[in-house]
Every structure is written in C-alpha cells, then in structure tokens.
C-alpha cells in the first residue's frame, strides 16, 4: 500500500524513498516520503501545473511530537483526505483532513465524498487557462467496508459480507464514473491522461484464498493487479523525439490519478 504509492510519486524503490513498510502509526513509526524525494506533483509544478491530492495518504504525517512532511511538502497545492484508513468505516468518516486541518464528521461515503471535493475543486478553483494534476487515492476496499444498502441488495443479503464488498467497489466505480464526466466538461478526454490501479490487498485477499494467508501478499496473485490508463497516445514526431519526459508532461493539458 504504502510502498506502492510511494513508487508510484517518486519513481524510485520505496526503500530508497523512505518507506519501509506501511505508515499506520505516525507516532512511533520513522517510516515516511522523505523530503528530499523528487514527487510527480512536484515535477508538474515546474511545468506549470496545479496540483491536489485527494483520499488516503499513507506515506506519514506529523503529530504533536514526530515530524514528518505532508502532501503540502512533497508539491501539493491543496490536499484533502486521511493519513491512513478512513474510520470507523467508509461510510460517514470523522478523520479527514483539509491541508492539515481536521474536518469532522462528513456524511456519506468515503469515495463519493472524495469525488464531492475534487469536483468542486475543478468547478470553483481550477485556473481554465492552466493546466492541472489531480492524484485521487480511494479508500475502498479496505476493510471495514461499508456501501449504500440501495447497492449491496443487488448483491446479496444486507449482512452478507461478500455483498458488502463487491458492493464497495461498485459505489467507487460509481464515483469514478462521476469524476470522468466532470473532466470531460471541463477538458476533453483526449487532453487528460488518467490511470487507475490499485494496491495489492485486495488482489491479495483472492491469492490468500488460494494459496494461503502468510505469503499471499509476495505471490505472483499478488503482483499482477489490474490497471489501465486512458490518454491520447504519441504521435510520430513525439515517438522520435529524444526528451519523451518532457513531452509526457507537457503535451498534457490536465492528468487525473487515482489507485
């Protein structure tokens, strides 16, 4: 989880980047994205980028006595979400944060509110003039689940877990859809690159099934986990171009992420 976002920002082995494992307990554990580490965010900020992070962190927060940076230090110029899990669940979570600042209790569902905050973003702060980097990382599937009743009836009994869980991820794909509709008012699709993937739990739960819990995680089940990205592809001048870096970050009006 944590390792994987890390790569994800820095393009570099989370060890090297400061996280050894999963950042769960800022308080006494020294894991975190080391200052220093060259993010995404930051990278597009020196094209002229704005940037926003949305959702789960889980790459360490300061407390009252461990410093540590934020998403404001690693290139974000707004952030609004959790160090970690939202709780007590997905659905009405009192542990979210607006760059730093706890926000209470918010009703409804944890990637609906996510969606909620980045589409007033994009409608009442986005530069139309400037081009934009939003990294949205759900919280959902991770336990403990929760989805609208509504959606876990087409699945199953209200208390069957199973229903609950393929439920969760519907109401995400639900918001995801939203999030898309809103980038293609603001810019085409063709002008936005956006991927969506995800972390290794939930891919880890069907390999515990099969191969047993304990080494589950490392197992090729594991690794494999889907993941798309939709954007405009290179042309021939791009392809033959010898700066694909500089051409991947600027002939991009606007990048969308989530994971």
Same mark, same amino acid.
């Given at each position: ?117 980045? %589409?007033? =973003?994009?409608?009442? @702060?986005? #530069?139309?003039? *400037?081009?934009?980097? +939003? ?94 990205? %939709?954007? =405009?592809?290179?042309? @021939?001048? #791009?392809?033959? *171009?010898?700066?694909? +870096? ?14």
């Amino acid at each position: 989880c944590g390792p994987s976002r890390t790569v994800l920002l820095t393009g570099r082995h989370h060890a090297r980047a400061g996280i050894y494992s999963n950042v769960i307990f800022d308080s006494f554990q020294k894991s975190h994205l080391l200052e220093r580490e060259v993010t995404l965010a930051e990278l597009l900020k020196q094209h002229g980028y704005a940037t926003a992070h949305f959702g789960k962190w889980h790459l360490g927060m300061p407390t009252r006595d461990v410093k540590k940076p934020t998403p404001a230090d690693h290139g974000f110029d707004y952030w609004f979400g959790t160090r970690s899990g939202a709780h007590p669940s997905h659905k009405d979570p009192v542990n979210f944060l607006r760059n730093g600042k706890p926000v209470g209790k918010i009703k409804g569902y944890s990637c609906q509110i996510l969606v909620d905050e980045a %589409i007033w =973003r994009l409608e009442n @702060k986005r #530069d139309p003039d *400037s081009p934009f980097f +939003l990294n949205l990382w759900f919280h959902e599937p991770h336990d403990p689940i929760a989805a609208p009743d509504s959606i876990v009836s087409q699945y199953g009994d209200l208390d069957d877990e199973a229903a609950v869980y393929s439920a969760t991820i519907d109401n995400t794909d639900r918001a995801i859809a939203r999030l898309l509709d809103k980038l293609k008012e603001v810019d085409s699709l063709e002008n936005t690159w956006s991927s969506t993937h995800r972390t290794t739990a939930a891919i880890a739960m069907i390999a515990t099934a099969t191969f047993g819990a304990e080494k589950a995680p490392f197992l090729k089940a594991a690794f494999g986990f889907p993941g798309f990205f %939709i954007g =405009r592809g290179p042309s @021939k001048a #791009d392809m033959l *171009s010898t700066n694909r +870096l500089e051409w991947s970050i600027c002939c991009q009006r606007s990048v969308a992420c989530w994971a």
